[in-house]
């Protein structure tokens, strides 16, 4: 399941590429736009910045900008840095020691063709994608 924690990166980082990604966006109005809470943003974003998707800059005028262009920020990336790793069960994370029971475990496939499915499909969706998107009526993430 993804926390609230990913989907608010997503928010925030997505909030930031509407104010055009270059420039460099207060956290306190990312929040008030977003309907967050401040302190739990100002938990999130350091994160987000120790793994190079944001920059920022203290002081008046500052904030946070994107590092990149939207289109080079995938789902997975954002969630991966702000969920760790979204592997089903905890024999996929990398550097899990082998399991025992891989050899005769009938449900190993399974679970390897979801975490498969899971990483293609938010790797194939970008912020610009989502700059892109129409909004549903009623507009929740």
Not at 19 to 41: I, T
């Amino acid at each position: 399941m993804i926390s609230t924690k990913g989907r608010y990166s997503i928010r925030i980082l997505l909030d930031i590429a509407e104010q055009g990604g270059n420039v460099f966006v207060p956290m306190k109005d990312v929040a008030e736009r977003q309907g967050l809470s401040l302190k739990y943003v100002e938990r999130i974003v350091p994160a987000l910045k120790e793994n190079g998707l944001v920059a920022s800059v203290h002081g008046k005028g500052g904030g946070y900008r994107l590092t990149k262009e939207a289109d080079r920020y995938t789902l997975w990336e954002i969630l991966s840095v702000t969920e760790g790793d979204l592997a089903p069960v905890s024999c996929l994370k990398p550097g899990a020691a082998p399991c025992e029971r891989a050899e005769e475990c009938k449900t190993l496939t399974v679970w390897k063709n979801y975490y498969k499915l899971t990483k293609e499909y938010f790797s194939g969706i970008t912020l610009a994608d989502l700059l892109d998107a129409p909004l549903p009526d009623n507009y929740v993430i």
